[in-house]
C-alpha cells in the first residue's frame, strides 16, 4: 500500500489549491480515506474524509464551506480542493486510509498514511 501526497505550496491568503493523494496497492473505493493536517506546533487534527460504502463525507468544523473532498476511481486519487485559504490553513497535509474494508475511521482506525505535502498561506 502507497499514498502519495501533493500539490502542497504557497499560496497567498483567499487563493485555492487542490492537493491530490495517489493510492496504490488497494482498491481506493473500497476503504474509508481522509485527509489530516499538522501545523507548526500544533496536534494533528482531521480535515476531512469519505466514506467506502455511501460515499458520505465528513468536515472538521473549521473547515466547512471551504474544503471539499472527492475521489476518482479511474485514477485511484483523493483530492482535497481547498478554497479562501487562510493563514491558520498552513501545516502539513496527510492522507490516510481506513484499517478496514467498508470500515470507518472512527471504529476502525487508520493503518497507512501518505507523506505530508505543506501548505503555506501567506498573509
Known amino acids: 500500500v502507497q499514498l502519495q501526497a501533493s500539490g502542497g505550496g504557497l499560496v497567498q491568503a483567499g487563493g485555492s489549491l487542490r492537493l491530490s493523494c495517489a493510492a496504490s496497492?488497494?482498491?481506493?473505493?473500497?476503504?474509508?480515506i481522509g485527509w489530516f493536517r499538522q501545523a507548526p506546533g500544533k496536534e494533528r487534527e482531521g480535515v476531512s474524509c469519505?466514506?467506502?460504502?455511501?460515499?458520505?463525507?465528513y468536515y472538521g468544523d473549521s473547515m466547512k464551506g471551504r474544503f471539499t473532498i472527492s475521489r476518482d476511481h479511474a485514477k485511484s486519487t483523493l483530492y482535497l480542493q481547498i478554497n479562501s485559504l487562510k493563514s491558520e490553513d498552513t501545516a502539513v497535509y496527510y492522507c490516510?486510509?481506513?484499517?478496514?474494508?467498508?470500515?470507518?475511521?472512527?471504529?476502525?482506525?487508520?493503518?497507512?498514511w501518505g507523506n505530508g505535502t505543506l501548505v503555506t498561506v501567506s498573509s
Open positions: 496497492g488497494f482498491t481506493l473505493d473500497y476503504y474509508a
Open positions: 469519505i466514506s467506502s460504502n455511501d460515499n458520505s463525507t
Open positions: 490516510a486510509k481506513g484499517a478496514v474494508e467498508a470500515g470507518s475511521f472512527s471504529v476502525y482506525g487508520l493503518d497507512y
